[in-house]
């Protein structure tokens, strides 16, 4: 049996895990300490998209609400970073649906959609005048960056300082120093990180069955953050894989030094592009394509499920589901059986039913739908040989998967995935 292809009833919520991973501070300074119910009841706290995305109307309201309040006091410190992430995030939704196959930041347009839009750019000089050497300053400074630079580090270390209680910033350390080829430098930000408890326990464990799924020494191909930082914390905090060489293909479009120095290690000859349009699709896949046709034979490589579907596409023939990642082979494999190992035998699935902790990524349960590829063929599977043991396990793990993911946006995904398996 070969296949790949995502089923439709999720292909949608795979592309949570590209958000980028950044959040609130957890102290705030005495100059952004605010009621907001005091100067606008409207304004809420811009929720890490990680943790709970909202829409786009959501975001403008939200940009509107916190430039009101800072129209009132442009020293208040938390003001700025909501309003900084409802602007980032407006644009992100509004340039990820209206021009897909651009970089979502290449997108202007976004600006029309109300006079409370302003571009990073702006912002960051706002709070630069408003609030120079502040902590808010040099973080906006790094944040709003396009590409990862060694003149960074500075500002990060001076955000820091003033605010050492701030993990968010953590994943900026570790995104430069795996940059700067330090890695000893993001084994220390990864394992304070992981000490600090302020990462989803759900992603941790999700993306511990991802690299169980792996040969040795294999190459997995991902894109967006989580699956790059979560990996590499428990490469760094767990010692656990590796092995394993993580390839994120936009981190690659956008760094050209650090995207040589990982293909020199892998034995990939150098690609010396600039790409001057950003994480498009075309980019992407010009990536992928270097990797998968110079790849030596002795590596294993797999796609990570949320890479785009149509980077899955131009390589169909050539992919087999494994588990949580897409294996690449010149030849047929028996990817059942490999199905069947790693869903009996090798995967940790007991946080699926039970969890003692409240994860403080509520979003995160989204990725756990990746696991319903899997489960679906071989619920089939054990159906046809007649296993109905197995074949009831993997409807109730299915339907426990499809009951944890809760929110109105998602309602019609968990009422597919209900129908499927009661009806089946």
């Known amino acids: 049996m070969k296949t790949y292809v995502l089923l439709l009833l999720i292909c949608p919520l795979l592309m949570l895990l590209s958000f980028n991973n950044k959040g609130q501070p957890l ?31 959501f975001y403008i ?16 410190e938390n003001a700025w970073f909501n309003y900084y992430k409802a602007n980032r995030w407006a644009q992100m939704q509004y340039g990820r649906t209206n021009s897909p196959q651009l970089d979502w930041r290449a997108n202007t347009e976004w600006l029309t959609q ?45 955000a820091h300082a003033i605010n050492p209680n701030f993990y968010e910033i953590y994943d900026d350390f570790v995104m430069h120093y795996e940059i700067d080829n330090k890695r ?32 040795e020494n294999a190459i997995l191909l991902t894109y967006g953050d989580n699956p790059l930082l979560a990996s590499w914390m428990l490469q760094d905090a767990l010692h656990f894989r590796q092995d394993v060489t993580l390839v994120n293909i936009a981190l690659m479009v956008n760094e050209v030094a650090y995207r040589n120095s990982i293909f020199k290690q892998l ?5 010396n592009k600039v790409y001057e349009t950003g994480n498009s699709l075309s980019n992407l896949q010009e990536i992928v394509a270097h990797v998968v046709d110079n790849m030596p034979d002795n590596l294993p490589i797999y796609f990570g499920l949320e890479l785009d579907q149509q980077i899955k596409d131009t390589h169909e023939d050539k992919l087999y589901l494994v588990g949580l990642a897409l294996e690449y ?21 007991d946080y699926l039913t039970v969890q003692f902790t409240d994860d403080s990524y509520p979003i995160a349960s989204v990725t756990n739908w990746s696991y319903l590829q899997g489960i679906s063929h071989l ?38 995935v209900i129908n499927y398996f009661q009806n089946n």
């Open 267 to 271: 034995g990939i000859p150098p690609l």
């Open 61 to 76: 309201e939200q940009a509107e609400a916190w430039w009101k309040i800072l129209e009132v006091n442009k020293k208040n």
């Open 379 to 416: 619920y089939e599977h054990y159906k046809v040989t007649g296993d109905l043991n197995n074949a009831k396990r993997m409807k109730e793990l299915a339907l426990t998967i499809a009951h944890s993911v809760e929110g109105e946006s998602y309602q019609q995904y968990r009422q597919n």
């Open 184 to 215: 000893e430098k993001r084994k220390e930000f990864n394992v304070r990180w992981f000490k600090s408890n302020d990462f989803s326990e759900t992603f941790l464990n999700f993306y511990y069955n991802v690299l169980l799924t792996l040969k």
């Open 114 to 158: 109300s006079k409370y839009l302003k571009s990073g750019d702006d912002i960051v000089l706002h709070v630069e005048q408003e609030l120079p050497k502040s902590f808010m300053s040099y973080y906006l400074r790094v944040w709003n960056t396009k590409n990862i630079g060694k003149e960074k580090i500075p500002l990060l270390e001076k």
């Open 329 to 349: 082979s010149e030849s047929n494999i028996d990817n059942l059986a490999a199905l069947k190992r790693n869903f009996e035998h090798k995967y940790l699935l």
């Open 27 to 57: 102290e705030e300074n005495a100059s952004s300490q605010t009621s907001i119910s005091a100067q606008d009841e409207s304004a809420r706290e811009v929720p890490l998209i990680l943790k709970e995305q909202k829409s786009l109307e």
